[in-house]
């Protein structure tokens, strides 16, 4: 697990890491904003194949926020678009107005960010001055909280679904008080039980630093199912399990991974990928 600094890229992380431990094959299970710092869990090596399986809820965020600015990244670096006058809002209106953004909500992504609409990604368009539609899709905030901490400073502290975007979550959360909301700073700070309290500076990394057991960073929504059946599972053979669920990862008694397998219909668990 890797802290990662404000002012570079996922990508920009991806790379030092792949240069300092001389590893081609590395990835990560959630980009970061360039602007943004925090929890990042970097796969090295055969461990990228545990990105499909890989922690990716209750994802916890720091962020920073005012109001009276509207720009076109919902957050302080981007083009100031529309200001108005601030508004005072006491704790009762925020607690209230939390209570309306916590649970299952909609939210529209924004156009600087990397989804795709027909092949391109939006930032991509954003950056040509074209805007398009998006759909709005269904996002989970388990956990919302906003202190005013300033004149014109807020604090929001979030546990989201995958997903969500923090800034768009600000921006509809002023939209609610008749403000205009930016976001000025924003950390991850936890993804599930990984906590950035945990994780190793990105300039005290090294190749001697040692990581965390791949099985912790595996959704809990995945079993972890011990077998002996080791050799027909390399071999891709499909086995029998006294278990219900749809997806579990089988490890040796050693507790190494082995494979991802899926229930079928004919009641036997199939492969879906190999782990080891």
């Known amino acids: 697990m890797v802290e990662k600094p404000a002012g570079m890229t996922s990508f920009d992380v991806v790379s030092r890491c792949r240069r300092i431990f001389h590893e081609k094959k590395i990835g990560h299970t ?10 990042m869990i970097v796969l090295l090596g055969k461990y990228t194949k545990l990105v499909p399986y890989a922690v990716k809820d209750h994802k916890v965020y720091h962020a920073h926020f005012s109001f009276g600015k509207k720009t076109d990244t919902e957050d302080v670096w981007g083009t100031v678009t529309d200001e108005k006058e601030v508004s005072l809002h006491s704790q009762k209106e925020l607690d209230d107005t939390c209570k309306r953004f916590t649970g299952e909500i909609m939210q529209i992504p924004p156009m600087y960010s990397a989804l795709k609409v027909n092949g391109k990604k939006l930032y991509e368009l954003a950056r040509k001055g074209k805007e398009v539609e998006r759909e709005p899709r269904e996002v989970e905030v388990f956990f919302l909280a906003v202190t005013q901490s300033g004149d014109n400073d807020f604090i929001m502290d979030a546990s989201v679904s995958s997903g969500t975007y923090i800034r768009t979550l600000i921006t509809d959360f002023g939209s609610a008080l008749g403000e205009y909301a930016c976001m000025t700073s924003l950390e991850r700070r936890s993804i599930e039980g990984l906590s950035l309290n945990d994780a190793v500076k990105l300039e005290e990394l090294d190749e001697n630093t040692s990581g965390i057991s791949p099985l912790s960073v595996i959704d809990p929504k995945y079993p972890v199912v011990v077998t002996d059946r080791e050799k027909d599972i390399l ?3 499909k086995i029998a399990l006294d278990c219900d669920e749809d997806v579990v990862i ?12 899926e229930k079928r219909e004919d009641g036997y668990y199939h492969s879906l990928r190999g782990l080891f």
């Open 250 to 261: 089988l490890v040796n008694e050693n507790k190494e991974l082995l494979a991802a397998y």
């Open 235 to 237: 071999n891709g053979k």
């Open 30 to 39: 959630g980009t970061l904003d360039p602007n943004a710092s925090g929890l």
